[in-house]
């Protein structure tokens, strides 16, 4: 029997997002960005699809005089992404 | 990377796993800079005060330690103002906490020594007993290597890296046994070849090893 898969998470890039922000505490936007190729307007409305679903917070901050965007992953949201490779398990038949 | 609707679950599964090696990767290489840097310092002004010690005066060069300190701290501060910023995640914060606290404690030596070279506390001990007579002196570059060795073993050990781990183990047993040779200006070139084996060689190891 197949799992759900949770349609905010089955997607590249938020998959991506989600994947770069569980193995680090935060990670700041130009970072994310890099990392994983996406241009800043399509990664700042993923984000924001993250953030109102409460599966990462965002912290606008500065550094010296720059501002800069930090993101980290929420118990929620860390939550949901152990679901996600859950349900993902039962696709793949992994035990 | 696009909005797809037809994601398979190996594609998804592969996405994860790439995303989370590179993050580690980038992590990882990120925390061996400092290694390199503290121990590039350590290295060049253990020669230095070694050379000014051995002809232009005597111990009181070891001064030039404090120096180190600044200019340590001052370099991390531009290396880490100039690249790109990494995220930390719990290896890099724990590698960077075992330093921290090698810093601390080597720093509080150092400046116990600096007043013991200023004669207000004693470094060389007599223990006398029914059966033996010993003078017992205190050598700090061995306790300086057996720290460095320390530190940079469970370095290896938190990276899961077994040449971290034996430049780390030589560095500190082979550091501390040979220093104890040379207690004089001598010991200096010892804290070098430690610096090399237990900071520098670890930090290049790491770094080459987590480039893409």
Known sequence: ?95 | MEENKNLTAERSLEIITEQIERSRRNITSNSSCSLICWGTCVFVFALLIAYLWKNHGGPAWNALWGVMWILGYVGEWFISKNKQPVPKNFVSNTIGQVWATFGMFMGVIGFIFGLAGCGLLPVAFTVSGDHFNAHLYVNLTSIISLCFGIASTITGFILKNRIVQVCGFIAGLGGFFVALQYPWSEQLYVMAAVAFIGLIVPGLVIYFQNQK
């Open chain 1, 1 to 95: 029997m197949f799992q759900p898969l949770d349609p905010l998470l089955h997607s590249e890039l938020r998959l991506a997002i989600m994947s770069l922000l569980i193995s680090a505490d935060e990670a700041e936007f130009p970072y994310i960005k890099e990392q994983t190729g996406a241009t800043a307007g399509n990664l700042s409305v993923q984000i924001d699809k993250l953030t109102t679903a409460g599966y990462i917070e965002v912290e606008k901050t500065f550094k010296g005089r720059r501002p800069c965007t930090l993101c980290r992953l929420t118990p929620q949201g860390r939550q949901a992404f152990e679901q996600y490779v859950e349900a993902l398990r039962s696709y793949l038949e992994v035990k």
